[in-house]
Nanobody, 127 residues
Framework: QVRAVESGGGLVQAGGSLRISCEASGRAGTTFALGWFRQPPTKGREFVAAISWSGDSTYYGDSVKGRFTIDRDDTKKNTVYLRMVDLKPEDSAVYYC???????????????????WGSGTLVTVSS
């Protein structure tokens, strides 16, 4: 059974930075494409970023381009990080790790392309 566990959320002031992590497990020998979605209070879930299984390709939602960076751990092949800088109050949301086992490249931004979800980590940006 594939699991994804997020960590690193918390409270940060506007303009600050934060790094959140996700570790996927449960499929020996498989390196997953991984990503992040977020869901602000009272709103729908939004694509944030994704990275291919090799780490060679990254994808970002328009609202975070230039401020967020997704990358993979060099040694833990199914661990991914989301580095967030210049945070804004509108970045406040529950951030969900997305694990792609079967999704083709180009569909990572779609919720129905995600095969497994983490339970989420809360990021709150105060103004």
């Amino acid at each position: 059974q594939v699991r994804a566990v997020e960590s690193g959320g918390g409270l940060v002031q506007a303009g600050g930075s934060l790094r959140i992590s996700c570790e996927a497990s449960g499929r020996a020998g498989t390196t997953f494409a991984l990503g992040w979605f977020r869901q602000p209070p009272t709103k729908g879930r939004e694509f944030v970023a994704a990275i291919s299984w090799s780490g060679d390709s990254t994808y970002y939602g328009d609202s975070v381009k230039g401020r967020f960076t997704i990358d993979r751990d060099d040694t833990k092949k199914n661990t991914v990080y989301l580095r967030m800088v210049d945070l804004k109050p509108e970045d406040s949301a529950v951030y969900y790790c997305a694990v792609y086992e079967f999704a083709p490249v180009g569909r990572y931004h779609l919720q129905n392309a995600v095969d497994y979800w983490g339970s989420g980590t809360l990021v709150t940006v105060s103004s």
